[in-house]
């Protein structure tokens, strides 16, 4: 176990990993599947509920995998010890060997971003790991709105995503599609009213054009289920509702990226009033 110290704090160096489980046999299987898919990442253990939050509060790490029982006190306490001092993991993924009542609500309150169950899925935890380095590499997204209002209100839901975006604002099509051209995008997010031109839809087209390998999402205040279905033959990846919300963004984001979306977030998308639709 690496122990905790204030130079380790103070220390600039690689991100960290935590592994905070009492059961020493998983934390290695878990340390061993973080180091062959991310040897970049420093691996820190934990084996007590203190540990845990010592070892967050100390090594600031990226991604923590955290049991949900200790023999000093639960996970959940752990969480929101650290929490308390200010410090949110930005991956928290809760381990525990079963699904309990109303577990996604407890990880939404600990700002979990998976819930892992026990025994180990490899196959699961590396389509994770992979999503997480994914999330974690800039993604440059393309935002097209007439409307300042609603581009700042997108802008603002686009700021809580789990993903770190880099987002460039264009108002017209004619501007947009120069920008496509003339540097590629990760993504490309375009409102279905768009005014000018031929609207939101024929941007897209345009931009399918020029930029073939750009997923192109259509955000919409009408029907997003029958748009998606109509818009797919003009090789539309996605189809958002308005109103929606960061979840919804990120949702977006693992089908267009190609990643394996959390479990947890499957579940609590699902649980609401659909907001988007896709191919």
């Not at 109303?102 to 994770?128: K, N, S, Y």
Request: glycine share 6%; with cysteine; proline share 5%.
């Amino acid at each position: 176990m690496m122990p905790v110290s204030d130079s380790d704090a103070r220390a600039s160096g690689p991100a960290s990993a935590l592994i905070a489980d009492r059961d020493p046999a998983l934390r290695r299987s878990l340390a061993a599947l973080i180091r062959a898919h991310d040897p970049s990442l420093r691996i820190v253990e934990a084996a007590t509920s203190r540990e845990t939050c010592e070892a967050c509060l100390a090594h600031r790490p990226v991604l923590a995998f955290v049991g949900l029982q200790f023999e000093d006190a639960t996970g959940p306490e752990a969480v929101a010890r650290f929490k308390s001092q200010g410090f949110v993991v930005p991956c928290l993924i809760l381990i525990a060997t079963q699904i309990f009542p109303r577990w996604t609500e407890v990880a939404q309150h600990l700002d979990a971003h998976e819930f892992l169950r026990l025994p180990l899925d490899e196959t699961h935890i590396a389509g994770l790991l992979q999503a997480h380095a994914r999330r974690r590499q800039s993604t440059r997204l393309l935002l097209v709105d007439s409307a300042a209002q609603s581009r700042t209100l997108v802008r603002r839901i686009l700021a809580t995503s789990g993903f770190n975006l880099s987002v460039e604002e264009i108002e017209s099509g004619p501007h947009a599609l120069k920008l496509a051209r003339q540097a590629a995008c990760d993504v490309a997010l375009i409102d279905l009213g768009l005014r000018g031109g031929g609207g939101g839809l024929e941007l897209a087209c345009q931009i399918r054009e020029v930029a073939p390998g750009t997923p192109l999402v259509l955000m919409t205040g009408g029907d997003a289920a029958t748009m998606a279905q109509a818009s797919r033959h003009f090789g539309i990846d996605y189809v958002l509702r308005k109103p929606f919300f960061a979840r919804d963004v990120d949702r977006v984001l693992y089908h267009v990226l190609g990643l394996r979306r959390p479990y947890l977030l499957n579940a609590i998308t699902e649980a609401l009033p659909a907001q988007a639709a896709s191919r």
